[in-house]
């Protein structure tokens, strides 16, 4: 089977009969917001229970989070550091440590989730994430570029990696381009090529820089919670808060997408300049992830896909892959504070050790689409 077609096989298969429109209408409700229902959302009863599932999930590790470590703290001790009356070094741990790595993984869980939905969405692809078609690695590439070759720290570090996540993408984009416009498949083999080189051009610059910054870069490089402060937070969580809202209000017409781009034009709905939006919103968040904690491998892959398969609905489902975004997120971390205990690993070597087998188990299953 040639590139092309096996990623045209991949594409999501058309719902069953009993879950269109038509069915997910009596399951559902609509909730209108704004003047005259400007903005309206889809509450399904089964999304509705698995997201409040999820949620509860994310909270009882939260507290494990919290509460355990080479210094336990009880819930009652947690509770009275988080509203200022914490005893002796309680308030500091939870304050000053662990609070500020728990909010930051939950939050990059949250952004890779949604950014990897709106990626399959558009892509019409469960391969499309940007791990696979580059983005993730263009933003290590420009981290890298600062932090090895031109000797920036910090926020120059941040800035360069939100640089190179957008210069990653806007190459893709117009390589992908055709005459037919951007076409999903041609966007991911044309971004699997690109994430090959820039993956050469990092393995390069680390090969190249002094021992010392290179272990350093490493660990970025693999993505890391570990020391993780409110300052890597803070402009995550900004930039949730601004471009979340913006991809709820655009998620009626992203569904639509999911349809093809001629049903979609039939339904009235602006093609180019929609995939365009959604593209640089999901890219930002892409990039805000990756400043805050480094590329952690896979979470954009694995949780739309989990998240679909729960909830079982064929929509975008951005709440629910942002909800199960996070969940991978804290529980893989947890996993990396704790397996090997006092040595804490990054939290990427665990999301890419689930991830991987999570992708071959999406390839067995394209094979076995294709060759049935």
């Known amino acids: 089977m040639s590139a092309p077609a096996a990623a045209r096989a991949s594409a999501p298969p058309l719902p069953a009969p009993g879950t269109g429109v038509a069915a997910r209408a009596r399951r559902g409700r609509t909730l209108r917001l704004g003047r005259r229902g400007a903005v309206s959302l889809r509450v399904e009863g089964r999304g509705l229970a698995v997201c409040l599932a999820i949620t509860a999930v994310v909270a009882a590790v939260s507290a494990l989070s919290l509460t355990t470590g080479d210094y336990p703290i009880g819930v009652p001790g947690v509770l009275r550091a988080l509203v200022g009356r914490g005893e002796g070094a309680d308030g500091f741990i939870v304050l000053g440590l662990r609070l500020p790595r728990l909010v930051t993984g939950l939050l990059v869980g949250v952004a890779l989730g949604v950014a990897g939905a709106v990626f399959q969405l558009v892509t019409r692809n469960p391969l499309g994430s940007p791990d696979v078609i580059g983005f993730t690695h263009g933003a290590v590439s420009g981290a890298l570029v600062v932090m090895l070759v031109l000797g920036g720290s910090g926020t120059d570090v941040a800035v360069g990696a939100v640089a190179g996540g957008f210069a990653s993408a806007l190459l893709v984009y117009f390589l992908s381009r055709g005459g037919g416009g951007v076409q999903g498949y041609r966007l991911i083999l044309v971004g699997i090529g690109t994430s090959a080189a820039l993956q050469a051009v990092n393995s390069y610059l680390l090969t190249r820089s002094e021992v010392e910054e290179a272990q350093a870069a490493q660990v970025w490089v693999t993505g890391s919670l570990n020391g993780r402060g409110w300052e890597q937070a803070a402009p995550l969580g900004a930039g949730l808060l601004v471009l979340l809202p913006v991809l709820l209000v655009l998620s009626r017409a992203l569904g639509m997408l999911d349809l093809g781009d001629d049903a979609a034009r039939a339904l009235g709905v602006r093609v180019d300049g929609v995939r365009v939006a959604v593209l640089l919103l999901a890219v930002t968040l892409t990039a805000l992830a990756a400043m805050a904690a480094g590329p952690v491998a896979f979470v954009a892959l694995a949780a739309p896909q989990v998240a679909r398969r729960l909830t079982g609905t064929v929509g975008p489902g951005l709440v629910a892959a942002g909800l199960t975004g996070a969940l991978l997120v804290v529980v893989s971390d947890f ?19 689930v991830g991987g087998v999570y992708l071959a188990y999406l390839l067995v299953g394209q094979w076995r689409r294709g060759r049935g």
């Open 335 to 353: 996993a990396a504070q704790r397996l090997f205990a006092p040595t804490q690993l990054p939290v990427g070597v665990v999301t890419g050790a």
